[in-house]
Nanobody, 126 residues
Framework: QVQLVESGGGLVQAGGSLRLSCAAS????????MAWFRQAPGKEREFVAR????????YYADSVKGRFTISRDNGKNTVTLQMNSLKPEDTAVYYC???????????????????WGQGTQVTVSS
């Protein structure tokens, strides 16, 4: 089992940047593929980005490709989401998720992930 805690959310103007962090407990962090999802009020949880267990393969939703970058530091048990050129439509609660399979597959459905953080709010103003 792994516990995930997100941080770094906040209020930012359109065009600005934020960096979200996800801190994981335990020593098995490097075995998991990690992902970021987001959920706006009244909307379904949406896949944002995924990084495989070794950090060598990443996947991005088309809506964030070229603007967001996911990375991980297995030594520090952290995953980050660097968000640049933010838009109002990026406003959502952002969740960190862990997939025990660690596979190099693009898993975009919430049910494919085993562990979740509590979420951190990102609000982008016009």
């Amino acid at each position: 089992q792994v516990q995930l805690v997100e941080s770094g959310g906040g209020l930012v103007q359109a065009g600005g940047s934020l960096r979200l962090s996800c801190a994981a407990s335990g020593r098995a962090f490097s075995n998991y593929a990690m992902a970021w999802f987001r959920q706006a009020p009244g909307k379904e949880r949406e896949f944002v980005a995924r990084i495989t267990w070794g950090g060598r393969t990443t996947y991005y939703a088309d809506s964030v490709k070229g603007r967001f970058t996911i990375s991980r530091d297995n030594g520090k048990n952290t995953v980050t989401l660097q968000m640049n050129s933010l838009k109002p439509e990026d406003t959502a609660v952002y969740y960190c998720a862990a997939d025990r399979s660690g596979g190099i597959y693009e898993r975009v459905h919430p049910y494919e992930y085993d562990y979740w953080g509590q979420g951190t709010q990102v609000t982008v103003s016009s």
